[in-house]
């Protein structure tokens, strides 16, 4: 079991916008900043969204993050079907002294 | 660029160990921090610790900080991870990760391309 509570899938139809939610607890997402990951099918992760909102180089706009309290989101707008992929939410647990990953969420493009 | 290349698939019996290699490139190695991170078939990300390129010093995650160890050497920019007494659950993607960041947060920035332990009997 997870530390960080993500669904375990989401789906979409192209063009459409869709988000993903990530739970956790006062000492992990309540202290520290959310990264998200993208694996796309046969690859390792990739970083996608790194504290909270900030996307690296080649990261296109329709990605985007965002934080408040103990949650956090994914959005994803103008969803294409390259991007269907696993997403993980991770952040630093206080408590932990350590990383704690999301479950993951399965997006499916219809 | 950044290059963060690791040893290929590794076939263990249960018992043995198993030591897998991060070279990295593109960047000073003593920099920034190497984190490990495993994948079961199917599975989520799980992470593993964190050496200090620059000190050699560890951060290892609770549930399995008796079996692993964490060593790098500066001279050839390359990061290890070496796993003990390996059971069938241990089969596994281990990723080696390079992290980024500052004050205001770090990430794992830089993702190898992954190391099948395969545990079997």
């Known amino acids: 079991q997870s530390v960080l509570t993500q669904p375990p899938s989401a789906s979409g139809t192209p063009g459409q916008r869709v988000t993903i939610s990530c739970s956790g607890s006062?000492?992990?997402?309540?202290?520290?900043?959310v990264n998200w990951y993208q694996q796309l099918p046969g690859a390792a992760p990739k970083l996608l969204i790194y504290?909270?909102?900030q996307r690296p180089s080649g990261v296109p706009d329709r990605f985007s993050g965002s934080k408040s309290g103990t949650s956090a989101s994914l959005a994803i707008s103008r969803l294409q079907s390259e991007d269907e992929a696993d997403y993980y939410c991770?952040?630093?647990?206080?408590?932990?002294?350590?990383?704690?990953f999301g479950g993951g969420t399965k997006l499916t493009v219809l | 660029q950044v290059q963060v290349v690791q040893s290929g698939t590794e076939v263990k019996m249960p018992g043995a160990s198993v030591k897998v290699s991060c070279k990295t490139s593109?960047?000073?190695?003593?920099?920034?921090?190497i984190s490990w991170v495993r994948q079961a078939p199917g599975q989520g990300l799980e992470w593993m610790g964190w050496?200090?390129?620059?000190?050699?010093?560890?951060n290892l995650a609770q549930k399995i900080q008796g079996r692993v160890a964490l060593t790098r050497d500066i001279s050839t920019s390359t990061a290890y991870m070496e796993l003990r007494s390996l059971r069938p659950d241990d089969t596994a993607f281990y990723y080696c990760?390079?992290?980024?960041?500052?004050?205001?947060?770090?990430?794992?920035?830089?993702w190898g391309q992954g190391t099948l332990v395969s545990v079997s009997s």
């Open positions: 050496i200090s390129a620059y000190t050699g010093d560890t």
């Open positions: 504290t909270n909102i």
């Open positions: 990760v390079r992290e980024a960041g500052d004050s205001t947060g770090y990430y794992f920035a830089y």
């Open positions: 006062g000492s992990s997402i309540g202290s520290n900043p």
């Open positions: 991770a952040a630093w647990d206080d408590s932990l002294n350590g990383w704690v």
């Open positions: 593109g960047y000073t190695f003593t920099t920034y921090g």
